[in-house]
């Protein structure tokens, strides 16, 4: 989705000196009504058509929506490549474990200390690093 952003980010400052170009010309000589210079100019020339209303829109979209997702995935892509043994981490289904060994796509958890019970989840899967408690705080100051 982020090529279809940046393409049009790209086609609206292609079009964008175009359209001014040619509002400055057709300004000073379109005759208006009863013979009077045409009015207007620049403003119709950018909103009397929808390309720049689309491109604002696809820009704003593109800066309020696309960019932050950009910007979550990465952290959570440098999060599961810096996982280590010994790190406590949750799960998306909500599995709490220490890591006890790591492989290139998956991760053996310990989630039972007395009986030693182990688990393989895949590396994605992964959704926090740090304990139950620490997420708990975590939540708890970001709601106050």
Request: a neutral charge; glycine letters at 12%; hydrophobic letters at 45%.
């Amino acid at each position: 989705m982020t090529d279809l952003a940046d393409w049009a980010l790209g086609r609206a400052l292609v079009w964008l000196p175009l359209v001014l170009a040619q509002a400055e010309k057709g300004a000073g000589n379109a005759p208006g009504p009863g013979g009077a210079q045409g009015g207007g100019g620049i403003f119709d020339a950018l909103f009397g058509n929808m390309m720049f209303p689309l491109m604002i829109t696809l820009m704003l979209m593109y800066f309020l929506l696309m960019r932050p997702e950009q910007r979550k995935r990465k952290e959570q892509e440098q999060l599961l490549a810096n996982l280590k043994d010994n790190d406590h981490v949750i799960t998306t289904g909500g599995i709490c474990g220490v890591i006890v060994g790591t492989s290139k796509n998956s991760i053996v958890l310990r989630v039972d200390d007395k009986t030693g019970t182990k688990i393989k989840v895949l590396r994605s899967a992964i959704y926090r690093v740090g304990s139950p408690d620490e997420a708990a705080e975590d939540d708890a100051k970001a709601t106050k």
